[in-house]
């Protein structure tokens, strides 16, 4: 087992903590990386998108002009595809795009998210991430003192006046460890963790 500092939240060392090697230091598989963020990706796509089809435009139920005569092409209703204002061939309908990996690909691609912040040392531990009110001011100013442009904190529990002090700073974000997710630990430069939810993300992954 590897071992790492734990930091308080003015970012001076405070003691330190193992961490398991088949969670923070394993085989980094970038391909189960690409595989759930696509398919995280895909999940959030509302797929609303549609057009309407020569049955659903509005008028065409008569003949636009004689069939001969004229000299154009002849025509049967004007909701055809080839004329202006008709219908759409082939075009977009509402559809569900979510797909699922199985769950071992799911596991050993966080694990290898993981691995990739702590070996990229962008990965810290806090032994605590407590604040007395909510104050958007108080966490930025915890962000900035650690040196962070880009972080994703992990909180072990419910905490509403983290969470909410931290939802209106761009680029910030606050998870508990039962939504920690591929997508949002790549997207993020720094991965900071507090002891007890490094505790409970250990001992879900390394089962």
């Known amino acids: 087992m590897a ?6 939240i003015e970012g001076a060392k405070v003691g330190e903590v193992e961490i398991k090697d088949e969670v923070f230091n394993c085989e980094v598989k970038e391909h189960l990386i690409h595989d759930v963020v696509k398919m995280q990706l895909a999940k959030r796509r509302r797929g609303t998108a549609k057009t309407k089809g020569r049955s659903e435009v509005s008028g065409g139920g008569r003949k636009p002009y004689k069939q001969k005569g004229t000299g154009q092409a002849r025509r049967g209703s ?7 204002g008709g219908g759409t061939t082939f075009g977009p309908q509402p559809r569900d795009y979510s797909y699922s990996v199985p769950r071992k690909v799911r596991r050993s691609a966080l694990r290898s998210a993981l691995t990739v912040r702590n070996t990229g040392s962008n ?69 900071i963790m507090t002891v007890d939810a490094l505790k409970k993300v250990e001992e879900v992954l390394a089962s």
């Not at 004007?78 to 202006?84: A, C, D, G, K, N």
């Not at 991430?129 to 966490?139: C, G, R, Y």
């Not at 909180?155 to 209106?168: F, G, L, Q």
């Open 78 to 84: 004007s909701r055809s595809p080839v004329m202006v």
């Open 3 to 8: 071992v790492t500092d734990i930091l308080n």
């Open 123 to 191: 990965m810290k531990v806090l032994d605590k991430l407590e604040l007395a009110d909510i104050s958007t001011k108080t966490f930025y100013g915890i962000v900035k003192t650690l040196s962070l442009t880009k972080p994703l904190f992990i909180i072990d529990k419910k905490d509403e006046t983290v969470e909410k002090s931290a939802r209106n700073i761009p680029y910030v974000k606050v998870l508990r460890v039962e939504g920690l997710n591929v997508y949002d630990i790549v997207r993020h430069e720094q991965l």
